[in-house]
């Protein structure tokens, strides 16, 4: 990885880079899933900056309509549980770990193998939810030497001191949080972040198209490492 005043070539490669993407579509039944609105784009934009500046990267995603980022390796999963073990099975190879992906944190506990009829006698359908993996936490537990782990965050209360117990209670070491009730933030092609690291203050971005934060992000935390390891 380069900062982005570097050259962009095959000659800054050598770090390899790990970014997640998308939603989850946890399935109720064969033809109704529990998801989220997530797009991806904030995920395709890492994979597809840090390959720019010649890192090797591996996006593992959830369901989206985006093409795959030129020069990426894009590895497609539908499920929490099916994300959770593609990025265990990659964790221990990424020098850098960007967990950008709207991951459920809960899925029906029993999926019908057939779809549910409805029918006019029908009460209303309850569903018994499950925990699903948090893989964010154990990236942490799990976290090599020298490795850098990115978080994300979207809030709509207390950003900033939810973002930082996340970051803590992780053992993260950098997370982004966007507040979701900040017109332009969220699920949109835009959005205005906070980057929080484990010593500083707040470093707020303004308000930018996606692939500018993915830039303004790696400058950020690329600077900072270059400034531990000098």
Same mark, same amino acid.
Request: aromatic letters at 4%.
């Given at each position: 990885?380069?900062?982005?005043?570097a050259p962009r070539d095959a000659s800054r490669a050598g770090h390899d880079v790990l970014v997640t993407a998308g939603p989850t579509r946890e399935p109720i039944d064969p033809?109704?899933?529990?998801?989220?609105? $997530?797009?991806?784009?904030?995920?395709? =934009?890492?994979?597809?900056?840090?390959?720019?500046?010649?890192? $090797?990267?591996?996006?593992?995603?959830?369901?989206?309509?985006?093409?795959?980022?030129? +020069?990426?390796?894009? #590895?497609?999963?539908?499920?929490?549980?099916?994300?959770?073990?593609?990025?265990? =099975?990659?964790?221990?190879?990424?020098?850098?770990?960007?967990?950008?992906?709207? #991951?459920?944190?809960?899925?029906?506990?029993?999926? $019908?193998?057939?779809? *549910?009829?409805?029918?006019? &006698?029908? +009460?209303?359908? #309850?569903?018994?939810?499950?925990?699903?993996?948090?893989? @964010?936490?154990?990236?942490?537990?799990?976290?090599?030497?020298?490795? #850098?782990?990115?978080?994300?965050?979207?809030? &709509? +209360?207390?950003? &900033?001191?939810?973002? *930082?117990?996340?970051?803590?209670?992780?053992?993260?070491?950098?997370?982004?949080?966007?507040?979701?009730? +900040?017109?332009?933030?969220?699920?949109?092609?835009?959005?205005?972040?906070?980057?929080?690291?484990?010593?500083?203050?707040?470093?707020?971005?303004?308000?930018?198209?996606?692939?500018?934060?993915?830039? =303004? @992000?790696?400058? *950020?935390?690329?600077?900072?490492?270059?400034?531990?390891?000098?």
């Amino acid at each position: 990885l380069a900062e982005t005043e570097a050259p962009r070539d095959a000659s800054r490669a050598g770090h390899d880079v790990l970014v997640t993407a998308g939603p989850t579509r946890e399935p109720i039944d064969p033809a109704r899933v529990l998801t989220n609105p $997530s797009t991806g784009t904030m995920g395709y =934009a890492l994979a597809e900056a840090a390959a720019a500046r010649g890192a $090797s990267v591996t996006l593992v995603t959830g369901p989206t309509a985006l093409s795959p980022p030129p +020069d990426v390796e894009v #590895v497609s999963v539908e499920t929490a549980e099916e994300m959770n073990e593609a990025v265990q =099975a990659r964790r221990t190879d990424a020098d850098y770990v960007f967990m950008a992906a709207a #991951v459920a944190d809960y899925t029906p506990a029993a999926p $019908s193998p057939s779809k *549910r009829k409805k029918t006019d &006698t029908d +009460d209303d359908l #309850v569903l018994h939810l499950r925990r699903t993996p948090d893989i @964010l936490k154990t990236l942490g537990q799990h976290k090599q030497p020298q490795q #850098v782990l990115v978080g994300f965050a979207l809030e &709509t +209360d207390d950003a &900033t001191q939810n973002a *930082r117990k996340k970051l803590n209670e992780k053992n993260l070491d950098w997370i982004a949080v966007n507040n979701l009730r +900040d017109e332009g933030a969220g699920f949109g092609p835009t959005n205005r972040v906070t980057l929080l690291g484990r010593n500083g203050t707040p470093q707020e971005l303004p308000l930018m198209p996606k692939a500018q934060v993915a830039e =303004a @992000l790696l400058d *950020r935390i690329l600077a900072a490492r270059q400034e531990e390891t000098s």
